[in-house]
């Protein structure tokens, strides 16, 4: 695996970068459930700011033709979104009163 | 904290209900009564609406797309009727459904690893795994291994056992009875015929599925009244968290039922065009949120597409067409839908099926408003599948057996009518003694 993952100007997110770069909903998901609301706070605090930037890099290069590091930080910000309900909203990880109900993503666009 | 910026306010005056005064009303045949739901919660009940219900109805398994090539197949469990299904596009490029049975011992044809999950691909014919015997994609019985020790055995009194199978607006749809009492596009009728949607240019799908343990009306029944978000999802996003919503309520501003069929118009969402306090910070960053992308998709025009607007309404968002019995197909104003199927397994569970379709995007901006949509969904619908859960245990409990429905129930005092007039039906031509 490269030292670093994601693109040079975003390097202050590398830490987050080995736990949040997660290819499928259900991975994010369950990321998300098993995280403490500190641990979702900081990766918020960290990438909400910059998420019009991130667009914008992104949006350099062809959506089906990411270079990895980019595809990367897209991942991010899946992962951000899935990360927003808890710290905009529930302030817990998983919705309240929603006993063992499931509802998974089974199939969804690459990337 | 501080005073609130305005919204639009709801209110009856907004949305005047027809002449008779209210929309249940209007149908004299509904009648205002509370409602019983033993059609929820019986075992009996449930084993007459497989057969009154599901092997009688048109049934939505899929659309068009998923079989992009000659030879593409799926296969569609459907344990209401205790069958799996293979559609599959064949040579001549005919969209066909077949029981997924060998004919031989009957064995199930078609799956991979786990015999009960739904499997797709695409083949030039169907092999069984037991023995080998083998079918064209037009179901005819092609190989038998060592047919000359089988007695007198004609390979084509052998075929796989077909489906009645028809397409509409790219919508697959079977019929498992022997012969269908109505076509499809009889069935469908003239308020759902009537839309003309440019479904093949949104070919931009994400799938959800749920095992829930609700019955599969009761589940139904919440995604077709907007009485219910400002209190149960009350708490997921500032324009409902306010209290003019809690305390005025939400109205639909207009219903129609056709046949078995209904629909639902709302204002919808009003995706971005309020103030920024009413938005999370997420959907005011990426433009998007649970009615979906702010931003028009590129088919929407100055002209709604045929069928959509039934009521016609100035200030429309959406309309939530259900199909009965299970499917319900979603319009949304910025140019996206959704459909959703609810599959009953048994009385008290089901499986629940959310499909959303976009127009494919054309950079990471507009995905990611895709993507924020999606999972906006996916909170709300779990709130959802948590408190059906808990309303089936209420309604088994049979402490309480009838339930006041209100105007804005409209279209669930409708379904449980449907059903139970086709169970009566049923019941009448089949099972008097």
């Given at each position: 695996m490269a030292a670093t993952l994601l693109p040079p100007e975003f390097s202050a997110l590398e830490p987050f970068a080995r736990e949040w770069c997660l290819a499928s909903e259900p991975e994010r998901y369950a990321k998300r459930l098993r995280s403490t609301?500190?641990?979702?706070?900081?990766?918020?605090d960290a990438l909400f700011p910059r998420i019009q930037e991130a667009i914008a890099y992104l949006d350099k290069f062809p959506l089906h033709d990411l270079p990895a590091d980019a595809l990367r930080l897209l991942q991010l910000l899946y992962s951000l979104i899935l990360v927003s309900f808890p710290v905009e909203i529930w302030r817990q990880p998983c919705i309240p009163d929603t006993g063992t109900a499931s509802f998974e993503l089974k199939l969804a666009p690459v990337p | 904290m501080t005073e609130s910026p305005k919204v639009p306010r709801q209110s009856a005056r907004q949305h005047p209900k027809p002449a008779e005064g209210s929309w249940t009303e209007h149908h004299p045949e509904l009648g205002t009564d509370p409602v019983s739901y033993e059609s929820s919660?019986?075992?009996?009940?449930?084993?007459?609406?497989?057969?009154?219900?599901f092997k009688r109805a048109w049934l939505n398994v899929g659309r068009v797309e998923q079989l992009q090539r000659k030879g593409s197949f799926f296969t569609k469990e459907l344990a209401v009727a205790k069958t799996s299904l293979i559609v599959v596009r064949g040579m001549d490029d005919?969209?066909?459904?077949?029981?997924?049975?060998?004919r031989h011992r009957g064995n199930k044809l078609v799956w991979t690893d786990h015999p009960s999950e739904e499997i797709s691909g695409t083949c030039r014919k169907f092999a069984c795994k037991y023995h080998g015997w083998t079918y064209e994609l037009d179901g005819r019985l092609s190989f038998i291994l060592q047919e000359g020790e089988f007695f007198g055995i004609d390979k084509a009194q052998y075929g796989l056992v077909s489906v009645h199978c028809e397409v509409w607006q790219?919508?697959?749809?079977v019929n498992l009875a022997k012969e269908p009492e109505q076509s499809l596009r009889e069935f469908l009728g003239p308020m759902i015929t009537a839309i003309d949607y440019p479904f093949d240019k949104l070919t931009q799908r994400y799938?959800?599925?749920?095992?829930?343990?609700?019955?599969?009306?009761v589940f139904l029944d919440a995604f077709q009244e907007f009485y219910h978000p400002p209190i149960l999802h009350g708490h997921q996003n500032p324009v409902m968290r306010q209290a003019d919503y809690r305390d005025k309520g939400f109205y639909t501003s207009h219903f129609q039922i056709d046949g078995p069929h209904r629909v639902g118009s709302t204002t919808?969402?009003?995706?971005?065009?309020?103030?920024?306090?009413?938005?999370?910070?997420i959907e005011q960053s990426m433009r998007s949120g649970l009615f979906g992308p702010w931003d028009p998709s590129e088919i929407v025009t100055d002209e709604?597409?045929?069928?959509?607007?039934?009521?016609?309404?100035?200030?429309?968002?959406l309309d939530s067409f259900q199909i009965f019995p299970n499917f319900a197909i979603v319009f949304w104003e910025t140019g996206w839908y959704l459909t959703y199927h609810y599959w009953p397994v048994a009385h008290n569970r089901l499986i629940f099926e959310a499909n959303a379709y976009f127009t494919p995007p054309r950079n990471v901006r507009e995905r990611l408003?895709?993507?924020?949509?999606?999972?906006t969904i996916k909170e709300y619908a779990l709130e959802d599948c948590g408190t059906l859960e808990a309303t089936q245990m209420g309604l088994e409990s049979r402490v309480v057996s009838t339930f006041p429905l209100g105007d804005q129930e409209f279209m669930c005092r409708h379904l449980n009518k449907v059903v139970n007039d086709w169970v009566d039906d049923y019941r009448r031509k089949h099972v008097e003694m």
């Amino acid at each position: 695996m490269a030292a670093t993952l994601l693109p040079p100007e975003f390097s202050a997110l590398e830490p987050f970068a080995r736990e949040w770069c997660l290819a499928s909903e259900p991975e994010r998901y369950a990321k998300r459930l098993r995280s403490t609301m500190d641990e979702m706070q900081a990766f918020y605090d960290a990438l909400f700011p910059r998420i019009q930037e991130a667009i914008a890099y992104l949006d350099k290069f062809p959506l089906h033709d990411l270079p990895a590091d980019a595809l990367r930080l897209l991942q991010l910000l899946y992962s951000l979104i899935l990360v927003s309900f808890p710290v905009e909203i529930w302030r817990q990880p998983c919705i309240p009163d929603t006993g063992t109900a499931s509802f998974e993503l089974k199939l969804a666009p690459v990337p | 904290m501080t005073e609130s910026p305005k919204v639009p306010r709801q209110s009856a005056r907004q949305h005047p209900k027809p002449a008779e005064g209210s929309w249940t009303e209007h149908h004299p045949e509904l009648g205002t009564d509370p409602v019983s739901y033993e059609s929820s919660i019986s075992p009996e009940f449930f084993e007459l609406e497989r057969d009154a219900v599901f092997k009688r109805a048109w049934l939505n398994v899929g659309r068009v797309e998923q079989l992009q090539r000659k030879g593409s197949f799926f296969t569609k469990e459907l344990a209401v009727a205790k069958t799996s299904l293979i559609v599959v596009r064949g040579m001549d490029d005919e969209v066909r459904a077949f029981h997924n049975v060998c004919r031989h011992r009957g064995n199930k044809l078609v799956w991979t690893d786990h015999p009960s999950e739904e499997i797709s691909g695409t083949c030039r014919k169907f092999a069984c795994k037991y023995h080998g015997w083998t079918y064209e994609l037009d179901g005819r019985l092609s190989f038998i291994l060592q047919e000359g020790e089988f007695f007198g055995i004609d390979k084509a009194q052998y075929g796989l056992v077909s489906v009645h199978c028809e397409v509409w607006q790219g919508f697959i749809f079977v019929n498992l009875a022997k012969e269908p009492e109505q076509s499809l596009r009889e069935f469908l009728g003239p308020m759902i015929t009537a839309i003309d949607y440019p479904f093949d240019k949104l070919t931009q799908r994400y799938y959800y599925r749920g095992d829930i343990r609700s019955n599969w009306k009761v589940f139904l029944d919440a995604f077709q009244e907007f009485y219910h978000p400002p209190i149960l999802h009350g708490h997921q996003n500032p324009v409902m968290r306010q209290a003019d919503y809690r305390d005025k309520g939400f109205y639909t501003s207009h219903f129609q039922i056709d046949g078995p069929h209904r629909v639902g118009s709302t204002t919808g969402g009003a995706g971005g065009k309020l103030v920024p306090e009413f938005y999370n910070p997420i959907e005011q960053s990426m433009r998007s949120g649970l009615f979906g992308p702010w931003d028009p998709s590129e088919i929407v025009t100055d002209e709604l597409p045929p069928g959509l607007n039934p009521g016609n309404k100035k200030h429309w968002g959406l309309d939530s067409f259900q199909i009965f019995p299970n499917f319900a197909i979603v319009f949304w104003e910025t140019g996206w839908y959704l459909t959703y199927h609810y599959w009953p397994v048994a009385h008290n569970r089901l499986i629940f099926e959310a499909n959303a379709y976009f127009t494919p995007p054309r950079n990471v901006r507009e995905r990611l408003a895709q993507e924020l949509g999606i999972a906006t969904i996916k909170e709300y619908a779990l709130e959802d599948c948590g408190t059906l859960e808990a309303t089936q245990m209420g309604l088994e409990s049979r402490v309480v057996s009838t339930f006041p429905l209100g105007d804005q129930e409209f279209m669930c005092r409708h379904l449980n009518k449907v059903v139970n007039d086709w169970v009566d039906d049923y019941r009448r031509k089949h099972v008097e003694m």
